[in-house]
């Protein structure tokens, strides 16, 4: 807005026309008053930007007027003139406020030099007040925002899952949500501003956090810990915590503990737990129930055969079916054991024995079946391992179930152009195992089956296995401190090796 | 004159069991281990019925009767599927091989859930062959 409109007072009327042509000549909007009451007038009707009054006139004179004028509006320019050596109304005029004064006769060069700073003043209260708005703006805006930040964060903290608590460098506690009060059990007006890190935690977590505070800068966030923390009403909670220790230009200014709860997550995880096991006991009851359906079936073929063979005095029939039930009550038996032998901690019974003959008994037990699917077996021993410490037992049960399993494997294998043989070597390694290795070139496993191999009551072989092999020969080399590894590919074989700590037996001399 | 009946089974019981049951009914016994095996008999001796196995090393029922199925000189011959899988599970491996080769094959007529009684087998071997 340019200060555009001047009002001139003067009792003397040729003087305010002078005035007022020369101003207008200048570019000015001009009204006049020929005394102090008109000018008054004047100035509520026109409102003008500026007003330049003689000091000298009958009636109200102009120190009166800048008065009522600045009653008005205090900051309106008033330009004061002045008779020459007037120094008491002058100083008196800028007492009240005036903003300049000029000296009569008027020049027009002083006139205009005077109107030009009163512009200048207008013009800077204008862009000031301009900034004042905007600034009261500005912190009415900013003051807003952290109004509404502190109640976001003083809501976060409060409804926070979480349970925070702050303290301050004397480690006193200034937050303490509503969790932490679930927490710790101690309600929010008995803790904040009157409990320390002392009177609210167990001395053991407090000397963890002071701990951190000590480290200074090097560790400001301690990772998430899993911990139990006692509380002062003696429940035992399980959290997971961290905290923050807060500096302010370098100097230590308090910390911040969060506590999340696990006991929901653990009973939750109690829970998966359960119910992956119970699905697991599923699965072992319908493949277990398989299982025994196909020894029922076996059975029950059998005696059908027995019964015909014995109507009519059948000597093959008889055998026939009499072969039948006795392989089923085999794998009964075999069941059994198998289903023992995984149930029951058992320790190897360990004596003096050699692996080697411990092998060959098996492959010989095992022959017939091979040869009759057209596999063949082999052998390649190495005859240093002598007699060992050894429970013979666990070598001739994994054993055969490994190589029970590779025939298998050749029989199931889709590829019947191939030559199926299976390789059973022996031999010591590097980390002092003696090592069987049942290596076949049957039909493989893919990488699912593989992943499976030792869970309970997982079966490849449809109904007619137990899914109990592998598991207890697993367990059964497990408990005798071996490994058993495994190598294979889909069409391409497979390779087991169960390796077993070698413990030589001491040979006593007697002389 | 009797009618040949072939046996398709790898569980060497199974097979001892429906060969008694049905020379017991004048009925002369064929038997295959596998899948493989069983088709070679089927071309070869052209029998008048077969009972099936599902679950085979070396070609599966499940792919010898969908062979079957989708041959013209051998969809005539008539199936018993003799398991110890549930129809359901079978069911459902022909519906994803339908999806997967294309074409849709019938159900098997017969299917017999082991264990069963010789008579509940020589009755469906009599439905099919009157």
């Given amino acids: 807005m340019s200060a555009n409109k001047i009002l001139i007072v003067d009792d003397e009327e040729i003087i305010v026309r002078l005035l007022s042509m020369s101003l207008r000549s200048d570019g000015y909007e001009t009204v006049t008053a020929h005394s102090g009451e008109q000018g008054l007038e004047v100035f509520k009707s026109e409102a003008p930007d500026i007003v330049v009054t003689d000091i000298k006139m009958p009636g109200m004179d102009g120190l009166e007027l800048l008065k009522k004028i600045k009653e008005i509006d205090p900051e309106k320019e008033v330009i004061i003139v002045t008779g020459h050596g007037d120094i008491d109304s002058t100083i008196t005029a800028l007492q009240r406020g005036a903003s300049d004064f000029i000296n009569k006769p008027v020049r027009d060069e002083a006139l205009a030099i005077a109107l030009e700073r009163a512009k200048t003043k207008i013009a800077i209260r204008e862009k000031l007040k301009e900034y004042t708005e905007n600034l009261e703006f500005k912190v009415a805006e900013a003051t807003e925002e952290i109004r509404r930040k502190s109640n976001f964060q003083r809501l976060l903290i409060k409804s926070s899952h979480d349970a925070i608590v702050a303290f301050d460098h004397d480690w006193k506690v200034v937050v303490y949500n509503p969790e932490a009060a679930n927490m710790f059990g101690e309600a929010a007006k008995d803790v904040r501003n009157k409990m320390t890190i002392d009177d609210l935690y167990t001395p053991k977590i407090a000397r963890i956090f002071k701990n951190q505070a000590k480290e200074e800068k090097r560790q400001n966030t301690l990772p998430w810990r899993d911990n139990i923390i006692n509380t002062k009403d003696g429940r035992q909670i399980p959290v997971r915590y961290t905290s923050n220790v807060l500096h302010k230009k370098g100097k230590f200014v308090g910390t911040v503990n969060f506590f999340e709860d696990l006991t929901q997550i653990k009973r939750l995880e109690k829970e998966l737990v359960q119910s992956e096991r119970l699905a697991a006991v599923g699965q072992t009851i319908s493949g277990l129930a398989h299982y025994v359906k196909n020894i029922l079936i076996g059975l029950k073929g059998g005696s059908y055969v027995v019964d015909v063979g014995i109507q009519k005095n059948n000597t093959d029939k008889l055998k026939t079916g009499w072969e039948s039930i006795k392989k089923n009550i085999k794998r009964v038996g075999d069941l059994t054991q198998d289903l023992l032998t995984y149930s029951k901690q058992r320790e190897p019974e360990f004596e003096e024995c050699l692996p080697n003959d411990i092998a060959n008994e098996v492959i010989e037990l095992v022959k017939d079946v091979a040869g009759s699917n057209g596999v063949l077996v082999s052998k390649e021993f190495d005859t240093d391992i002598g007699e060992v410490m050894a429970d013979p037992q666990t070598i001739h049960r994994s054993l055969l179930n490994l190589i029970n399993n590779a025939i298998d494997a050749c029989i199931d294998d889709e590829d019947i152009s191939k030559k199926h043989a299976i390789k059973i070597k022996t031999y010591m390694d590097k980390n002092n195992h003696f090592c069987f290795e049942v290596k076949d070139n049957g039909c493989g496993m893919d990488e699912d089956t593989q992943k499976q191999l030792f869970d309970p009551m997982f079966s490849s072989k449809g109904g007619k296995g137990t899914g109990l092999g592998l598991l207890v020969t697993g367990k059964l080399v497990e408990e005798h401190n071996g490994v058993i590894e495994v190598k294979t590919s889909p069409g391409g074989g497979s390779t087991f090796t169960i390796k077993l700590p070698y413990e030589k037996v001491n040979t006593v001399d007697i002389n | ?130």
Avoid: C, H
Wanted: hydrophobic share 40%.
């Fill in chain 2, 1 to 130: 004159m009797s009618k040949k009946i072939l046996v398709v089974d790898d569980d060497s019981d199974v097979r001892s069991f429906v060969v008694t049951v049905l020379e017991e009914n004048q009925y002369i016994p064929l038997v295959a281990q596998d899948g493989v095996e069983g088709l070679e008999m089927i071309e070869k001796e052209q029998p008048d019925l077969i009972i099936l196995d599902v679950l085979m090393p070396r070609g599966s029922g499940i792919r010898l009767y969908r062979k079957m199925k989708t041959d013209d000189n051998l969809k005539k011959i008539p199936i018993i599927m003799f398991t110890g899988i549930a129809l359901r599970s079978f069911l459902k491996s022909q519906k994803v091989l339908d999806e997967f080769k294309g074409g849709e094959v019938p159900k098997p007529d017969i299917y017999l859930e082991k264990p069963v009684e010789p008579e509940e087998l020589v009755a469906a071997i009599k439905k099919k062959l009157g």
